[in-house]
């Protein structure tokens, strides 16, 4: 990591900050990348959605860079079925004045070390074929495809593929 690093924090987010969290990711939902939202969210309906987090195994962290909300990091519960507990979903969306500035980098490894003691053992990630950032950097994170759904999206009028990667991170 780099010296950024060491003014990046993370906190158990509020509800009274989904505000935050709904603009951030309204700001993906344009470039047609990172999510399959077509239109932007409302805080009114990320509501159940922030209730299905808890700090002990399915955290949602503010990430903060010098003491400023620059993203969100989150897990989720994968496929809703006990006897997939120890797998979650990892959702990363970073403010656009900070992308590239390596904040989803190291917010992404704090998560794995928490998952990790958490006894969780695998994380995936459901990326679009056409988002070559985000595949980078999670392959660069050591995540591998392990699933391939072409054409399952389509987002103005253009068919997209969906890339699953997976990462094991039992000790």
């Known amino acids: 990591m780099n010296n950024l690093t060491k ?15 709904v603009e951030v990711y309204n700001q993906t939902i344009a470039s047609r990348m990172v999510t399959a939202d077509t239109l932007p969210i409302t805080v009114d309906s990320r509501h159940n959605w922030y209730h299905s987090h808890n700090p002990q195994t399915r955290p949602l962290w503010i990430i903060w860079l010098n003491d400023l909300p620059c993203g969100w ?3 989720s519960t994968f496929y809703g079925r006990p006897a ?8 990363l969306y ?21 998952a990790q003691q958490q006894g969780i053992e695998t994380i995936l990630s459901y990326i679009f074929g056409h988002n070559a950032p985000s595949l980078a950097l999670f392959k660069k994170l050591g995540y591998e495809q392990w699933g ?3 054409k399952v999206a389509e987002l ?6 969906l890339i699953i990667l997976g990462k094991s991170i039992i000790k």
Do not use: C, M, W
């Open 7 to 21: 003014n990046i924090r993370f906190s158990d987010a509020k509800e009274s900050e989904l505000p935050f969290i």
């Open 73 to 75: 990091i989150s897990l």
């Open 84 to 91: 997939y507990d120890k797998t979650v979903e990892i959702s």
């Open 94 to 114: 970073i403010h656009s004045d900070y992308r590239g500035q390596k904040v989803g980098q190291y917010a992404a490894y704090k998560l794995e070390q928490f």
């Open 148 to 150: 391939h759904l072409p």
């Open 156 to 161: 103005d009028k253009i068919k997209r593929d």
